[in-house]
């Protein structure tokens, strides 16, 4: 079974530039996560997509930060523009569905550096 | 509010002795806890889970970890310890009752290093 998929792996760009974030979650999983991880810290949740649609996105900075999940698979997350604070990793996972006990899976992640 | 508190930043313990990192959480509802660990550039791997039924739980490559109520603790557990599980270990709560998301809290890591 093939695993979480996230692009690039690694990015540096400069702030105020825009960067965008690939995610290809497992087959079958309905539910998908962006979380960023700062060095040091644990994972936060960014937004989390049943199918299509949005259940949370209370912790999402929606002044530069935006994600999509247009037919229910695979899902971009953007940032327009970047701040220095916003250098981190940012991890992709999946579940089979929301609620419950389910474990989540984590892609690699894509560390963003901003300068 | 749900939280987790991982209270050492690191664990040092010596290759074949028993190795413990600590977990206290607190939600409003019934915990559904988690335990993920990290290596280097790499995503975060499930190890193992505890929603209901027996208090010790079993999971990947030998970690148990035992749920204790009163405490709000889930410590994380293994009998003898391998260089090879030098990584960095995180804990996570999601309040069980609340079945509007699958929201995970995590800790801050624990950071533990197995020496020979």
Redesign the interface.
């Known amino acids: 079974e093939a695993g ?1 998929a996230q692009s690039p792996r690694y990015k540096i760009i400069e702030k105020r530039q825009s960067v965008a974030f690939w995610c290809n979650p497992i087959s079958g999983h309905a ?1 998908l996560y962006w979380y960023q991880q700062i060095l ?6 960014l937004i ?1 997509f049943q199918n299509n649609g949005v ?2 996105d209370s912790q999402l900075p929606k002044d530069r930060f935006s994600a999509e999940r247009l037919k229910g698979v695979d899902s971009t997350l953007k940032i327009q523009p970047a701040k220095l604070e916003d250098s981190a990793v940012y ?1 992709c ?1 999946s ?1 089979l569905a ?12 894509t560390r963003l550096t901003v300068t | 509010a749900q939280s987790v508190a991982q209270p050492e930043d690191q664990v040092n313990v010596a290759e074949g002795n028993p190795l413990t990192v600590k977990c206290t959480y607190s939600v409003s509802g019934n915990p559904y806890l988690f335990w993920y660990v990290q290596y280097p550039n790499r995503g975060l791997q499930f190890l193992l889970k505890y929603i209901t039924g027996d208090n010790l739980v079993k999971g990947s490559y030998g970690f148990e970890a035992e749920f204790n109520k009163s405490q709000t603790s889930f410590h994380l557990k293994k009998p003898s310890a391998l260089v090879s599980d030098s990584a960095l270990y995180f804990c996570a709560v999601r309040d069980g009752s609340n079945n509007a998301g699958n929201m995970l809290t995590f800790g801050g890591g624990t950071r533990l290093m197995v020496k020979p």
């Open positions: 979480v539910t040091g810290q644990g994972p936060k949740l989390q259940v949370d991890l996972a579940s929301t609620g419950g006990g389910y474990e989540q899976y984590f892609g690699p992640g």
